[in-house]
């Protein structure tokens, strides 16, 4: 009689054994046995349910083999199962299989059209962007008695810290998303006994990381992960020595003598990001106000013609108390001024009233004048302050992510639309880094959110 031996798993690894949610995650530091406990649990589920397809995937090949295939081989040989490798497959007695996949590009996905399976596993899903996990949502599938499950691993960070981020640490469903199918296994290296009991040091060598990769690998912080491009971004008051850090303020009336400007990054059938700011005599940027949707027609969905943006800035414009009455200055990528396609995006925008500077697109140089104005001086103050009902703003700069093969710049495959408008109106104003570190003496404190005389109401937001 053929047996296995499974050692005997962690209380958090238990917890992702037993677990029946339809979308489990588990993890959340370095270390806490996520690998073993994937594979162990498309073994357990093999060897109890005849016939049942599972699917365990990483984003590459070599992932996939050092974590699974490999590790498999050596519990399972071909006693309990037979492997093909030609097929990448584990076959049972039962008619059950586990099958061994990979999606590292585009092209992989569409390998994958039309493939069915009873489980799922995605082993370190924030290397993957959300596109791809629906994509194997949608091959939980068949016509069968098994249950349908999708299994994953995580760390803070990666392309995908943001969409695993939402469903399963702030748990923001969207209103397709039903809350109880998703259940979240935070788990740490001290959980790990195995790992504790073979090398003892991983945690102080965890402890020598600087803090932000050690708050993300040791204590799964999801605020903070490896590959944050705007790491000096912060949106939550830090205190040191009595000052406050922040970039993220209460909204105020800024003063009627402050300059207005707007920036603009605009996509065919892809987000758009309009920004409003008011800067002061000390050349600080404050965004006030923001506007941020999905370009395309009507019958495509939730989205915004081209017209329907412009209609919707000039009535901001003349009608919110921080803009009326004000010269706004805009600036925009120079592609909007392309007709190749027909009448100009800028040529639209005219026909409203609303202009804008043909804006300087570089991107490296523009990254930079972002960074430079989120230093923060030795008084605690940056450059530039965002008003905390921009939502758009401060929900994607902290999920932008450096670019694989240049880290320099940032991964453009993420939502950066953001990002974009706003380096191209950092690039209409430069600073240096000196004069971002040398900061003149402040007349005022922008955390005392004072208001201008003749303003009423200084928390007046625009409902949009």
Known sequence: MRTLEIPAPSEKQRMLLTDTHKYVAYGGARGGGKSW????????????????????????YAELRANHIDPLRAMLGNRIAKYNDARKEYTFPNGS???????ETERDMGRYQGTE???????????????????????LRGVNEHPKRIYLTCNPGGKGHGWVKRLFIDKAFKEDENPNDYSFIQAFVQDNHA???????????????????????????????????????????????????????????????????????????KPFSVGWWAVDPDNVFYRILELYGCTGTPDEGVRWPVEQIFDRVARIEQEHEYLKGHHITGVADPSIWDASRGISIADTAAKYGIYFEKGDNKRLPGWMQMHYRFMFDENGYPMMYVFNTCSAFIRTIPLLTHDDLDPEDLDTTQEDHVADEVRYFCMSRPVTPRESELQPARKYNPLDLWQDDNSNDKNAIYRL
């Not at 489980?119 to 993957?128: N, R, V």
């Not at 090398?199 to 992960?225: N, S, T, V």
Request: with cysteine.
């Open 97 to 103: 299989v586990i099958k061994f996949r990979y999606c």
């Open 37 to 60: 406990a994937l594979r162990t649990k498309g073994v357990i589920l093999a060897l109890a349910r005849a016939g049942i397809i599972i699917m365990i995937i990483r984003k590459t």
């Open 195 to 269: 790992l504790m009991a073979a090398q003892p040091e991983y945690i102080k060598q965890l402890e020598a990381l600087p803090h932000k990769l050690r708050d993300a690998w040791l204590y799964g912080k999801w605020d903070i992960f490896e590959g944050q491009f705007f790491s000096d971004f912060t949106d939550k008051p830090s205190q040191y020595k009595e000052r406050t850090f922040t970039h993220v303020i209460e909204p105020f009336a800024p003063k009627k003598t402050w300059r207005r400007f707007r920036s603009f990054d605009f996509g065919y059938n």
């Open 117 to 139: 399976a009873d489980i799922i596993c995605i082993d370190e899903a924030t290397q993957f962007d959300e596109n791809v996990f629906r994509m194997f949502a949608a091959c």
